[in-house]
């Protein structure tokens, strides 16, 4: 029984000694000096992908690693949530940083921005079957953008969207507008950002479309391992471009931490390399469009 009671004692200091040394090991590979730097992911796929086959795969995922193998001698600290949790955390002013935001008037009141943009987003548009772009060829102005409320007064087409998510003015004021007063051609479910629920409405008939930004074609794409059979479109009243910053909290902290970033994107090379993760998530179409009205400097 005394055997027993040693080898048992034995086992539980091996493991206290394999704990102190992984830990041990973690610390000697982090200077002492290293300054923590939390990293906030927004699971918005293919922004920030957090869970399933291809977590971390998203292109600001690979950005905020860029970022951080430029910054080696911070502890940089992955921290995936949902939108609001991570906004309520930037309101109570926890030390936080996240990539892939926009800049309002209203997060100006909590959140330090970088100097400069650290890339550009085609906007949130319209996402429709190709087999639907035929209907819509008489509303697209020539700008190549679409007319929301044409297609809503001209035709019978049914428009789909996630409730509570927020598009964009444009987008969102046709909906806040529109969505109550025709209730039968407006389709909406509370769903998360990663769902696909939308896509498959309308592969199924039930909408003709949708809203969401054209990365999010790519990502349905790959995870159902079928052909391209969505298309863009921009809606009109919406800026050819959106300009995303890395932000932290509106603390003394987060001020140091952004004029840090400042010094990694005041490099052109850098902001390259940080727009190729972004337009890698795009289908050929897109990434088109993006380089034309890039050289138009539109």
Same mark, same amino acid.
């Given at each position: 029984?005394?055997?027993?009671q ?7 200091? !091996?493991? $206290? ?5 992984l830990?041990? $090991? ?24 957090n869970? *399933? ?8 995922d690979?950005? @905020? ?5 430029k ?10 949530s949902?939108? #609001? ?8 002013k %926890?030390d936080l940083?996240? &990539?892939g935001?926009f ?7 909590f959140?330090?921005y /970088?100097? #400069?943009?650290y ?5 949130? *548009?319209?996402?429709?079957e !190709?087999?639907?772009q035929?209907k ?11 007319? +929301?409320?044409?297609?809503l007064?001209e035709?019978?087409?049914? &428009? =789909?969207?996630?409730?509570g ?6 987008? %969102? ?19 998360k950002?990663? %769902? ?9 008939g039930?909408?003709?479309? /949708?809203?969401?930004?054209p ?8 995870v159902?391992? #079928?052909?391209? %059979? &969505? ?8 800026p ?9 909290? !509106? @603390?003394d902290? =987060? ?8 010094? #990694?994107?005041?490099? !052109?090379?850098?902001?390259?390399? $940080?727009?190729?993760?972004?337009l890698?998530? +795009? =289908?050929?179409?897109?990434?088109? $469009?993006?380089?034309?009205l890039?050289?138009? *400097?539109?």
């Open positions: 029984m005394r055997l027993v040693m080898i048992s004692k034995l086992i539980r200091i !091996k493991k $206290l000694l394999n704990s102190f040394f830990t041990a $090991l973690f610390l000697w590979n982090v200077p002492a000096w290293a300054e923590e730097i939390k990293w906030a992911h927004v699971d918005h796929p293919p922004m920030f992908i869970s *399933g086959l291809y977590a971390g795969s998203g292109f600001a690979q950005q @905020t690693k860029f970022m951080q193998q910054l080696k001698d911070q502890q940089h600290i992955d921290v995936p949902d939108f #609001v949790t991570i906004m309520r955390h930037f309101v109570q %926890d940083c996240t &990539f935001i800049k309002t008037r209203e997060r100006e009141n959140l330090h /970088t100097s #400069v943009p890339g550009k987003l085609l906007p949130s *548009g319209i996402i429709v !190709k087999q639907t035929e819509l060829s008489a509303f697209i102005e020539p700008d190549g953008s679409i007319d +929301l409320n044409r297609i007064s035709t019978e087409l049914r &428009f =789909g969207f996630n409730k998510r927020r598009y964009s003015s444009v987008i %969102d004021d046709f909906v806040l507008l529109n969505a109550d007063y025709a209730p039968e051609r407006f389709w909406n479910r509370e769903l950002p990663s %769902d696909s629920k939308n896509f498959k409405l309308l592969k199924g039930r909408i003709d479309i /949708t809203f969401g930004y990365y999010e074609i790519s990502f349905y794409n790959m159902q391992g #079928v052909q391209n %059979d &969505f298309i863009y479109i921009p809606v009109k009243g919406m050819k471009f959106v300009d995303v910053y890395i932000a932290c909290s !509106k @603390t902290w =987060g001020m140091k931490q952004v004029n840090l970033f400042n010094t #990694v994107l005041f490099n !052109k090379e850098n902001l390259v390399s $940080l727009e190729k993760f972004y890698n998530w +795009l =289908g050929e179409e897109e990434q088109n $469009l993006f380089h034309i890039t050289k138009k *400097g539109l």
